[in-house]
Each structure stands twice: as C-alpha cells, then as structure tokens.
C-alpha cells in the first residue's frame, strides 16, 4: 500500500524557519522523483522545489521566488524527502503537499501524493 505522509507544518513569523518531512512507502522511493509543491487560497498548485532520484544524481531545482531560501533533499535510507525552509514570508503561506513520481514494474510511472502540511507566516 502506497504512502506518501507530510508533516512539520505549523504557523512562524516572518523571517522563521521550518522543516517540511515526506515519509513515504510502498512504492520503489530511490528510484523515484521527488517534488514539494503548494497551493494557497485562490491560486493554482505550484512547483516549489523538486530532486530528482540518487541513480540520476539527486538534481534539484526550485521555483525562482524560494532560491536561495529553501533546500530540498532526501535520505533513500529513510524513504524520506525534506524540505528545509528559511527566511519565510506571508506569501510562502500555503497548503504544502508531497509527490513522487514512481517507476512501476511495467516500464510506466504513477504519481502519488500526500494529503498535505499547511505552512502559514504571519506576524
């Protein structure tokens, strides 16, 4: 049974920082892309940052607007992807969901994602 569970969400002031946990099962993790998106009130889902599996080098790439103050990465070991956030802002307030993109058996990939951690910065 596939399991793809956030959590570290909570609410901080601006400036603060958190750490985002994916903990996820069932599916082959190591081999798999890893990406964090989010989606706040009224505006569609956006990527936030992405690394791709440790067999194709673990590349990230993050959306412009969180460059320089989020950090993605994983421990295959743990079947776990993180995502450290620093210097938050108001406009990093969202719902923070995880997904994998996942190699089958058969040659095909499935995407699985989590139900979500919610992130708000306020003062």
């Known amino acids: 049974q596939v399991q793809v569970v956030e959590s570290g969400g909570g609410s901080v002031q601006p400036g603060g920082s958190l750490r985002l946990s994916c903990a996820a099962s069932?599916?082959?993790?190591?081999?798999?892309?890893m990406t964090w998106y989010r989606q706040a009130p009224g505006k569609e889902r956006e990527l936030v940052a992405a690394?791709?599996?440790?067999?194709?080098?673990?590349?990230?790439n993050y959306v412009d607007s969180v460059k320089g103050r989020f950090t993605i990465s994983r421990d295959d070991a743990k079947n776990t992807v993180y995502l450290q956030m620093n210097s938050l802002e108001p406009e990093d307030t969202a719902l923070y969901y995880c997904?994998?993109?996942?190699?089958?058996?058969?040659?095909?990939?499935?995407?699985?994602w989590g139900q979500g951690t919610q992130v708000t910065v306020s003062s």
């Open positions: 997904n994998a993109h996942a190699p089958t058996p058969y040659g095909r990939w499935n995407d699985y």
């Open positions: 069932g599916f082959a993790f190591s081999r798999s892309s």
């Open positions: 690394i791709s599996s440790g067999s194709t080098g673990g590349t990230t």
